[in-house]
């Protein structure tokens, strides 16, 4: 499980539009020249962000990108799912193939892990906002991420009892 360059420069690319925009469209090759990233390859990532309503193009002299929605409505998960093949890859998630289709579903253990896994990744990722991100210093960052992913684990802690909680009364 890895994120790829294409989601990595993604991700950043979109947020030198949040922090260099200021309503007014910015250039690829601005962005190529600030994150030392190849002006082809952010070529072919902005026309995924772009049929993702994550940018918008805006022609002309003074044209470039603009962000398609405000920086609190774009989640970094969503940018992530644009660009990259599922983050946790598992015979259980191909295409090909879906959990209720394995032919050992009934017995397999295996499968729920890399489901819960799944589900914990688009959670974290989905809850950092472009505007979490953006022009904050690093170690502000960090610090929400950190109270972000603590909540997170929180609530799984708490859904965990109620089910057990549940289970035992079914019981």
Not at 78 to 83: F, S, W
Request: a positive charge; charged letters at 25%.
């Amino acid at each position: 499980m890895q994120i790829s360059t294409k989601g990595k420069y993604s991700v950043r690319a979109v947020l030198d539009i949040a922090q260099h925009s200021d309503g007014s469209p910015v250039p690829l090759a601005a962005i190529s020249k600030r994150e030392g990233i190849s002006l082809l390859f952010l070529e072919q990532l902005f026309q995924r962000l772009r049929k993702g309503n994550i940018v918008k193009s805006v022609r002309g002299p003074h044209g470039g990108y603009v962000l398609a929605r405000e920086t609190w409505e774009i989640t970094i998960g969503e940018i992530v799912r644009l660009i990259e093949p599922p983050l946790y890859s598992s015979s259980c998630f191909s295409k090909s193939e879906s959990v209720e289709s394995c032919r050992i579903a009934d017995s397999c253990i295996g499968g729920a892990v890399w489901k819960q896994l799944a589900e914990h990744i688009d959670a974290f990722l989905d809850s950092i906002t472009v505007e979490d991100l953006c022009n904050k210093s690093k170690p502000e960052v960090v610090y929400g991420l950190r109270i972000k992913s603590n909540k997170i684990v929180s609530n799984l802690s708490k859904n965990k009892n109620e089910v057990e909680r549940d289970t035992a009364e079914v019981a």
